[in-house]
């Protein structure tokens, strides 16, 4: 059977199927006493009827296939207007159209999604204001978008196949990421936050490029930070300057006049002094500035940390600082800058923890992904607002200068980590967290620590 069509197949077995009775009833007929006209009007009629019975299971089982294959072919080619229909919904082939109908259904509206979610990326994609680029394994470039094709001054069907080193975008493709680049496009921009991952278009592999133009950002933020310096040196200076100045205006009279009053040497001393005073506290803002402004670049070195923390709670002689246990671990950071900035939280604890008649704790813990959390936790009053606690001048103590916090953070952004403050949750007090990458700056490669080193 198995040279024959299935078709035929199913032909040839229901015909075979009816041979037994048709041969029986041909005996029956063939050897009893009938006549010669009823004998070939029933032979004729059981071979019509057993051609017909053949031809008819044939049909049943043949046409219920090629309607689930046109259903199947209009699904794959797309076609999802075409429904099948069966005179019973309750036997197999019912079953199994109706089936086939729902997955169409379900079909044509997961197609309709995704045709609206492509229409939606491609609007998305025109209108965003960054350049997108997708190069296949080859280093061919296979997507791109309007920004992308005004930063290559090319449209794209010109763009199409060109590898990435002929459209200038070679370094996009090798190291790390995300981070900050420089080209230099003809349409303007020179530094780039670039981006890339992979992604699978098509059945194969290809990587996503994504920059974004940091010129216009980093040009209004130098504006702003500009803004704030001037703002704060302003005021510092007529802090000082303003007195100094009144103190004179009003001496240069005093010693003019020509008739001073009996004590006016001791005023002239009061009035020296407090423009001394002044001076001095100018003279200590502006070193207090160049600290925080010519901070030096870490120099890396193996630092054991729990011999590094013991020492710094050593220092404090105001209060006994208790050192929490904590793992064995060293790190590749500058000792001294991790020091001083500890010593600067510690300092901070203590503060506010006298306030209080509390305690202060140094804990360190180390987590799964390469880093260390060195904890300062006073038991002081809290704080009442985090958000300017990281500006630079920003103080809430009297006679503070303002950068102690700020040059934690930017000594903990140098070594790659980052620092915090927060009020506690289980009772009053503050906790500061130092975190850094145990392998040094070099080592933490995450996309966090990427942003905060850009």
């Known amino acids: 059977m198995k040279p024959f069509k299935h078709e035929s197949r199913i032909g040839l077995l229901a015909l075979a199927a009816g041979v037994p009775g048709t041969l029986a009833a041909f005996v029956l007929l063939w050897t009893g006493e009938?006549?010669?006209l009823l004998r070939w009007t029933v032979s004729a009629a059981i071979v019509a009827g057993w051609v017909w019975a053949a031809l008819a299971a044939r049909a049943s089982v043949i046409y219920p296939m090629q309607t689930v294959a046109n259903l199947l072919a209009g699904l794959r080619e797309g076609d999802y207007s075409i429904r099948g229909r069966s005179h019973r919904e309750d036997d197999a082939v019912g079953a199994v159209v109706r089936e086939i109908n729902q997955i169409t259904e379900v079909v044509r509206y997961r197609r309709l999604d995704a045709i609206d979610a492509t229409a939606l990326l491609e609007k998305v994609m025109e209108e965003i204001d960054v350049a997108i680029f997708a190069f296949d394994a080859d280093a061919r470039l296979r997507l791109v978008n309007r920004v992308g094709e005004r930063l290559l001054g090319r449209p794209r069907q010109r763009l199409f196949g060109a590898l990435c080193g002929e459209l200038g975008l070679a370094e996009c493709l090798t190291g790390d990421t995300p981070r900050l680049?420089?080209?230099d496009f003809a349409a303007g921009g020179a530094r780039w936050e670039l981006r890339r991952t992979s992604l699978i278009h098509q059945g194969k592999p290809h990587r996503l490029i994504v920059l974004s133009d940091l010129s216009r950002?980093?040009?209004e933020e130098e504006r702003r930070a500009w803004q704030r310096l001037i703002r704060v040196l302003g005021h510092e200076l007529n802090n000082s300057l303003t007195p100094i100045s009144s103190v004179s205006n009003s001496l240069q009279t005093l010693i003019g006049r020509?008739?001073?009053p009996e004590d006016w040497e001791d005023d002239l001393r009061q009035g020296l002094s407090v423009i001394s005073s002044r001076a001095a506290s100018l003279a200590r803002f502006v070193d207090s500035y160049t600290k925080l402004a010519r901070l030096p670049r870490p120099t890396i070195e193996t630092v054991d940390l729990p011999a590094l923390l013991r020492r710094v709670a050593g220092l404090e002689t105001r209060t006994p600082v208790r050192l929490g246990g904590g793992p064995d671990v060293t790190i590749e950071a500058d000792a001294g800058q991790i020091e001083q900035l500890v010593i600067n939280l510690v300092r901070n604890a203590v503060d506010?923890?006298?306030e209080t008649r509390g305690g202060v704790e140094i804990g360190w813990t180390r987590s799964a992904?390469?880093?260390?959390?060195?904890?300062v936790i006073d038991e002081g009053p809290g704080i009442s607002g985090t958000a300017n606690l990281f500006v630079p001048f920003f103080t809430t103590k009297p006679g503070g200068s303002g950068i102690g916090l700020a040059m934690c953070r930017q000594i903990a952004e140098g070594h790659r980590g980052a620092v915090t403050l927060d009020n506690r949750t289980d009772v009053r007090g503050c906790i500061a967290r130092l975190?850094?990458?145990?392998?040094g700056p070099?080592?933490?490669r995450t996309p966090e620590a990427a942003r905060a080193r850009d």
């Open 34 to 36: 009938y006549s010669a």
């Open 181 to 183: 680049a420089e080209f």
């Open 217 to 219: 950002t980093l040009h």
């Open 258 to 260: 020509p008739d001073p």
């Open 352 to 354: 506010a923890a006298l």
């Open 369 to 375: 992904d390469g880093r260390v959390e060195v904890q």
């Open 435 to 439: 975190r850094l990458p145990i392998g």
């Open 442 to 444: 070099a080592a933490d």
